[in-house]
């Protein structure tokens, strides 16, 4: 080959490996340019909430707080525990609340007639149980022991679910009582017994569950008893609206169920 033709050849070659080269640098930078701008899958909710919620929620709602600092933990919850009627009321006035997690659905209607909240869900269910002392001293076995002189009754005011629903039951067994006090809200008529103030009262399953080793459980019959339902709400006013519907969501489809469950929670239906 003469030697003319050898150059031509020899730069057809060195130019196409150029060419190559630039076209594959080309193709990387795309690729890795395309990689960096996909959105990261899993991310986590973040912001501030206020949550009011029934009394009988506290355990659940304080075990499910712990387990979302580690599964959430841009999430910041503050809870608002006490009975539903006082919570409701308290929104209506202007109190600065996320979510609100009632123990009963007229509760929740008020807010709702009122065009307060959000579609509310249920999210779980409750039966109701007599607690008593440990040991039983007074050897109460059921609502018609209640009524009793020698025992020390007391209950829930009326304005709270769990008064409502104590009402509800005795009315069934025919059974009229005469309590010394009208608790502001359950953990305040557990407290009366597991304090030795009183000898029993009508609390949520899951406070006699809570109420542990301080207290004892009398169970109810189930054509005596009530179920309380629960529903939760976002609140319009709510500030984080995307946050509060985590909450939610993890109530109902997440961690928070099983910590509800564990407390002794019904599944929502």
């Given amino acids: 080959m003469p030697a003319r033709l050898r ?63 580690s599964e959430q933990p841009g999430l910041h919850i503050t809870f608002n525990y006490g009975g539903s009627g006082s919570l409701v009321t308290q929104i209506q006035q202007g109190a600065p609340a996320d979510v609100i997690a009632a123990a009963d659905t007229a509760s929740m209607q008020r807010l709702v007639d009122a065009g307060l909240v959000e579609t509310p869900q249920t999210f779980a269910r409750n039966k109701l149980q007599i607690l008593v002392a440990p040991g039983n001293p007074k050897k109460i076995q059921g609502l018609s022991d209640l009524a009793r002189s020698d025992v020390v009754f007391v209950t829930e005011d009326d304005s709270v679910p769990a008064g409502k629903y104590a009402a509800e039951v005795l009315q069934k067994a025919n059974v009229t009582t005469n309590p010394v006090s009208e608790e502001a809200d359950v953990k305040s008529a557990v407290a009366k017994i597991t304090s030795g103030e009183a000898d029993a009262t009508i609390v949520y399953l899951t406070d006699v569950t809570a ?49 509800l469950y564990k407390r002794g929670f019904l599944p929502p239906t």
């Fill in 7 to 69: 150059r031509l050849v020899a730069l057809a070659l060195a130019t196409a490996v150029v060419v190559g080269a630039c076209s594959s640098d080309s193709n990387t930078a795309t690729t890795t340019s395309s990689a960096s701008a996909a959105p990261s899958s899993g991310s986590s909710a973040s912001g501030s909430i206020t949550v009011f919620a029934a009394a009988s929620l506290t355990e659940s709602f304080d075990d499910e707080q712990q387990t979302l600092k």
């Fill in 211 to 259: 109420a542990g080793s301080k207290g004892a459980g009398v169970t109810i019959p189930d054509d005596q008893n009530v179920v309380a339902t629960y529903p939760i709400a976002v609140v319009k006013s709510a500030k984080d609206k995307a946050a509060a519907r985590a909450f939610i969501d993890a109530l109902i489809t997440g961690s928070g169920r099983d910590a």
